[in-house]
Nanobody, 125 residues
């Protein structure tokens, strides 16, 4: 059955970088949009970044524009999130998500069909 597994989270100092990866299994998602969300303690799940099925279009939350980069490798059935210039406010559990919706990007959790279990990112000051 379908499974999404995130990896790459950890502890990093402010200004540092991390690269998250999400591997999908159970089916291929070459024709699906993929996205990253995050959820900090006491907050709702928040949209971070979206990439179209063909990798040609991107959309980012204002809070991460210029710092985060989303990419995908359809041959490997993966999506990644390169996070640079990390800030303490980036601390959260990061989730990858997959949905069948077409571009333009959707930013609501309910728009996505499949979710990973999340990976913790902690940025110290």
């Amino acid at each position: 059955q379908v499974q999404l597994v995130e990896s790459g989270g950890g502890l990093v100092q402010a200004g540092g970088s991390l690269r998250l990866s999400c591997a999908a299994s159970g089916r291929t998602f070459g024709n699906y949009a993929m996205a990253w969300f995050r959820q900090a303690p006491g907050k709702e799940r928040e949209f971070v970044a979206h990439i179209r099925w063909n990798g040609g279009s991107f959309y980012y939350a204002d809070s991460v524009k210029g710092r985060f980069t989303i990419s995908r490798d359809n041959a490997k059935n993966t999506v990644s999130l390169q996070m640079d210039s990390l800030k303490p406010e980036d601390t959260a559990v990061y989730y990858c998500a997959v949905g069948s919706y077409s571009w333009p990007a959707r930013t609501r959790p309910d728009d996505y069909d499949y979710w990973g279990q999340g990976t913790q990112v902690t940025v110290s000051s």
